[in-house]
């Protein structure tokens, strides 16, 4: 089944064509990066999904439902914008409990969940990135939803916070919860992520398992303990050395376990490749 399906969605501001005809499907059980440079259409393709703002054209379904038509489904799909959208002096509790009235859900569970006990009285302009990205995942999840689609959740968070954030999209996906989750920066969503669609200039420029996006004959970089030995383990392959390190074109995983059987001890690991399919799909490397 597809968790959302979006067929040649067109939206002007003005002369300003936005989206110039964006298709991708999002399947459901994933957790799919929505990628692309700022100003691609991220943010207006996800107003399009919670209906804050109507398309010129083309198609759009959440769960098999058009969100214009059947405004049901929203019971099953919820939002998690950067910034809270909501009056800012209201506390948390009062956030909480007008989510509950609109949507249901245990607000007592929520609280408990996600630690939130010491901060229901502050008001919502008050609260970190973090703690406010917390908040909105709390309230977000009360009416158990199928789906959440978040325009980049993790843009002001700082890396403990952003840990956070990762594992619990993490564990609300082993519980059956797809995600849609947008970013500008690839790389900030890999360790989350399953599938990727790029978006590039108002049109969907690739989407598919995040490996596929990778490019096949990227060039790793390892650093190892015993440069000869590796060497030797390698030969016959496409290796050369750069500096202190060994630049490899192979499958990582494959490369890393014949090092480590053989005694090699990687120390580093990295390729460019996530940045280069970054590039290659959104045309800032042109
Ligand atoms: N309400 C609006 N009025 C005019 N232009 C807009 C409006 N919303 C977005 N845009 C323009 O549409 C393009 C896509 O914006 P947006 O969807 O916010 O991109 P992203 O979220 O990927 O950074 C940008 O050029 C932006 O300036
Ligand atoms: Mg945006």
Redesign the pocket.
Known sequence: MTAISLKDVRKS??R?Q?LKGVSFNVQEGSVTGFV????????????VMAGLVRPDSGEVRLLGRDPFEDVEVMNEVSFVFTRLMYPPTDTVLEYLEDQAAVFGGDVKKAIEEFDLKVHLKKKLSELSSGLAQRVQLAAALLKSPKLIIA??PAANLDPPARNELYERIKELNRKGVTFLI?S?VLSELERVIDRVVF?SD?RVTFEGPLGEALDRGEEIYLLVDNVEKALSVLSGRDVRKDGAYLVVRVDMAEAISSLEKAGVRVLIARRSSLDEAFKKYTNLGG
């Open positions: 501001f003005g300003y936005a692309g440079p700022n100003g691609a259409g991220k943010t207006t393709t996800i107003k325009d980049e947008s500008h978006i108002g």
